[in-house]
């Protein structure tokens, strides 16, 4: 799985003009599931998004989202797993289709939610306008670990 972190002072997402998600300061998340990745690495990640400590608490950037509950936003987005290496059309073979994706971004949503964390989402293999407000910014790419 690939998740592409932002920290926020708001973020929303909407489809056909109906707000589905929407947060506060926080993270957005955009979550890509490969054809490869199971339960494992949902939790894996979800683990992951919630330690790092890359919040404002005060005047540094010192805390996780687990250690002051902030808010996180995800979205789905099957593009993260794109191959740009021939031609100028992207391939999506490397994503997982819907049918095995969906389960494994609710799976995150899910352990997120376990680990004491508000989330709001988009809606799964929806055309979504997603907004937000990059506070820093900051934005980072989170792979979890490839197997033996």
Not at 68 to 76: E, M, N, Q
Not at 84 to 98: D, E
Not at 110 to 116: D, F, V, W
């Amino acid at each position: 799985m690939r998740a592409v972190l932002q920290r926020v002072s708001s973020a929303s997402v909407t489809v056909a003009g109906e707000l589905r998600g929407e947060i506060g300061a926080g993270l957005l998340v955009l979550v890509g599931v490969s054809r490869t990745d199971t339960g494992a690495e949902a939790r894996w990640l979800a683990g992951k998004v919630a330690g790092l400590r890359v919040l404002r608490d005060g005047q540094r950037d010192e805390a996780s989202a687990a250690s002051i509950g902030a808010p996180v936003l995800v979205v789905s987005q099957f593009t993260l797993h794109a191959d740009l290496t021939s031609g100028r059309r992207p391939s999506w073979q490397a994503a997982a289709p819907a049918a095995s994706a969906e389960p494994l971004v609710t799976a995150f949503c899910t352990e997120l939610r376990a680990l004491g964390l508000p989330v709001a989402t988009g809606e799964f293999g929806a055309t979504m306008a997603v907004h937000s407000v990059n506070d820093g910014p900051l934005t980072l790419l989170v792979e979890t670990p490839a197997r033996p």
